[in-house]
């Protein structure tokens, strides 16, 4: 390995530990705030829900305008996608989302999942 090649590696190496320091850190500030997800479809928030008021698990599917489907899974606390009808179905191997920062993308489909640590703009939907 040339000495450029080591530099390279160390400044990759520290930006991603100041990137995962800033990560915990806004996990922390926000550890005690209610959890809000949102659901965002073309860029535009679709739906508003505070996971500390879900009382039972509910599941909808949201289809955007070239007949692709997504279906989305919430319980207390905590979202997810459950069902995909992209190719790749990254979004639903994402998992379980449930801290504010975590995010789940179907980029083929349009549609991201957000978690928040609390919501002062928008009016929220309780499940």
Same mark, same amino acid.
């Given at each position: 390995?040339?000495?450029?090649?080591?530099?390279?590696?160390?400044?990759?190496?520290?930006?991603?530990?100041?990137?995962?320091? !800033?990560?915990?850190?806004?996990? !922390?500030?926000?550890?005690?705030?209610?959890?809000?997800?949102?659901?965002?479809?073309?860029?535009?928030?679709?739906?508003?829900?505070?996971?500390?008021?879900?009382?039972?698990?509910?599941?909808?599917?949201?289809?955007?305008?070239?007949?692709?489907?997504?279906?989305?899974?919430?319980?207390?606390?905590?979202?997810? !996608?459950?069902?995909?009808?992209?190719?790749?179905?990254?979004?639903?191997?994402?998992?379980?989302?449930?801290?504010?920062?975590?995010?789940?993308?179907?980029?083929?489909?349009?549609?991201?999942?957000?978690?928040?640590?609390?919501?002062?703009?928008?009016?929220?939907?309780?499940?």
């Amino acid at each position: 390995m040339k000495k450029g090649d080591k530099i390279v590696g160390l400044i990759i190496i520290i930006l991603i530990t100041i990137s995962l320091l !800033f990560l915990g850190i806004y996990r !922390f500030i926000n550890k005690g705030d209610k959890l809000i997800a949102k659901i965002i479809q073309d860029q535009e928030v679709i739906k508003v829900i505070d996971l500390d008021k879900v009382e039972e698990p509910k599941e909808w599917t949201i289809e955007n305008e070239e007949g692709h489907h997504n279906t989305i899974r919430v319980e207390k606390g905590r979202i997810r !996608f459950i069902e995909a009808d992209c190719p790749d179905l990254v979004c639903v191997n994402s998992g379980w989302l449930s801290k504010p920062g975590d995010i789940a993308v179907c980029i083929p489909n349009k549609i991201l999942i957000r978690i928040e640590g609390k919501d002062d703009e928008v009016d929220q939907i309780s499940y």
